[in-house]
């Protein structure tokens, strides 16, 4: 059992099988708390527990599905280049957005941080949490966080962004196509471009190139809001 376990084809079928029977379920009850991704960590999580299986042999084979973040990220520059025109005319209020939003977010969190006592280097761990991963541990480290409290929090935000997000554009009666794709590929990097990818494919362009101004915006946000509330 241990070797079939330490196989890195284990954890890479589990994460596959998991994510296709989440699908399954999302598709015959399809509800924002069936979110495939949201139900596959779940269906994974009583697994392992269950089964008695450390995560550290499961990430042996699941750490493969890692190394597609990358080329899945880079693969958005084709929706993006398709909508290139769309995303030239909008560009001033996509900057202004996307910049608002990461200064709102960042002074919520270290006001927060601060009422609650926090220490400095858990705070900052929390501020890249709506940044893709690649650049959120490249904020965090820089900044002197812990990287693991920062992975956490980076997908914890992703999963709530691309099950939560569509509902709460929905409530707020938000229509744009372009408004709701930087919501959420601002919000919930990665994930969240999922979730918008899901909507159309303008959704997920304007998603997508939100990802990568985030990341921008919250390396020049984050250590001058530290400087200003935490220090």
């Known amino acids: 059992m241990k070797e079939v376990v330490a196989n ?29 991704l949201l139900l596959a960590v779940i269906m994974i999580i009583i697994f392992l527990k269950a089964t008695g299986i450390s995560y550290r042999d499961y990430y042996v084979g699941g750490s493969y599905l890692n190394t597609l973040i990358v080329p ?19 560009a001033r209020s996509i900057i202004a957005g996307v910049a608002i939003g990461a200064i709102v977010n960042t002074t919520l969190t270290a006001l927060l941080a ?7 280097f ?11 991963t690649a650049m959120a541990i490249g904020i965090t480290s820089k900044m002197g966080g812990m990287i693991t409290i920062t ?4 997908v914890a935000t992703g999963i ?8 709460l554009l929905d409530l707020f009666g938000i229509k744009d196509r372009v408004a709701k794709g930087v ?8 994930i969240g471009t999922g979730a918008a990818m899901q909507l159309g494919q303008i959704e997920g362009a304007m998603a997508g190139l939100s990802i990568g101004v985030t990341g921008i915006m919250y390396v020049i946000v984050s250590p001058m809001i530290a400087a200003i509330i935490l220090k």
């Open 8 to 36: 890195p084809l284990f954890g890479l079928t589990l994460s596959i099988l998991a994510y296709f029977i989440a699908a399954q379920i999302h598709k015959k009850w399809t509800n924002p708390a069936t979110t495939p």
């Open 72 to 90: 899945s990220t880079v693969a958005l520059g084709i929706p993006l280049f398709q909508a290139f025109k769309l995303m030239k005319f909008h």
């Open 114 to 120: 601060k009422a609650f006592g926090m220490k400095f």
């Open 122 to 132: 858990l705070a900052i761990s929390l501020f890249p949490k709506s940044v893709t």
């Open 151 to 154: 992975l956490v929090v980076v």
């Open 160 to 167: 709530l962004t691309s099950v939560i997000g569509p509902v």
């Open 183 to 190: 919501a959420l590929g601002g919000t919930g990097h990665a």
